[in-house]
């Protein structure tokens, strides 16, 4: 009964493939979101959605792209994977959005090579 | 948008000793500031937090003190134990900008 899963937990794939990061609340909650931990451990907002809406999009390349197919869910592709797009992937959610505790997954770590 | 500034970046106490933690922002429009934890290999998790209405909140060894006008809060920990030793976050709204982190070790 995890709160906030995102699968896989590891990935590891080769520069210029395609790949997906998923990620299920079961919180009830209205936001949803997309952190990059890099390897300096600094935590930088990718996405937010709310309600399926996009709300947050921070100058993130068009490789990267969310999606919400409903509320519990948000979704992360990713185009034609560089070297610098390593990192921990954090899935989170909150009841509203800026005023409420972000819930998070538990990441994917993802490498390439 | 907002910025929030985090210091130290890496703090070591005594154990028994006390810690603390500093964060500045600069959107005068933020009202909900968050702190989380994180342990080697898992995610952040919140440990406090305080709305701009009040000016500290205690949980049992955790306090964080919040002034408004000079758009600083800080996180105090208490008695510190072993198990404090984590990378602790500090944050903003509006969209939950993070601190660089502090790398806490608890000496034994």
């Known amino acids: 009964d995890t709160a906030v899963s995102q699968t896989p937990k590891y990935l590891v794939t080769q520069m210029g493939n395609d790949k997906s990061i998923k990620c299920e609340q079961n919180?009830?909650?209205?936001?949803m979101y997309w952190y990059k931990q890099d390897s300096k451990k600094f935590l930088k907002i990718m996405f937010s959605?709310?309600?399926?809406?996009?709300?947050i999009n921070e100058t993130v390349p068009n490789r990267f792209s969310p999606k919400s197919p409903d509320k519990a869910h948000l979704n992360l592709h990713i185009n034609s994977l560089e070297l610098g797009d390593s990192a921990v992937y954090f899935c989170?959610?909150?009841?509203?959005?800026?005023?409420?505790?972000?819930?998070f997954g538990n990441g994917t770590r993802l490498t390439v090579t | 948008g907002e910025n929030v500034e985090q210091h130290p970046s890496t703090l070591s106490v005594q154990e028994g000793d006390s810690a603390v933690i500093k964060c500045t922002y600069s959107?005068?429009?933020?009202?909900?500031f968050p702190w989380y934890k994180q342990e080697l290999g898992k995610r952040p998790q919140l440990i406090i937090d305080?709305?701009?209405?009040?000016g500290e909140k205690k949980d049992q060894r955790i306090a964080v003190t919040l002034n408004k006008t000079a758009k600083h809060f800080s996180l105090h920990i208490t008695e510190t134990q072993p198990e404090d030793s984590a990378v602790y976050f500090c944050?903003?709204?509006?969209?939950?900008?993070f601190g660089k982190g502090t790398r806490l070790h608890i000496l034994p």
């Open positions: 989170a959610s909150s009841q509203v959005v800026d005023n409420s505790p972000l819930h």
């Open positions: 959107d005068s429009a933020s009202n909900y």
């Open positions: 919180l009830g909650h209205d936001t």
């Open positions: 944050a903003a709204a509006d969209k939950i900008i």
């Open positions: 305080i709305r701009s209405n009040v």
């Open positions: 959605y709310n309600n399926k809406e996009l709300i």
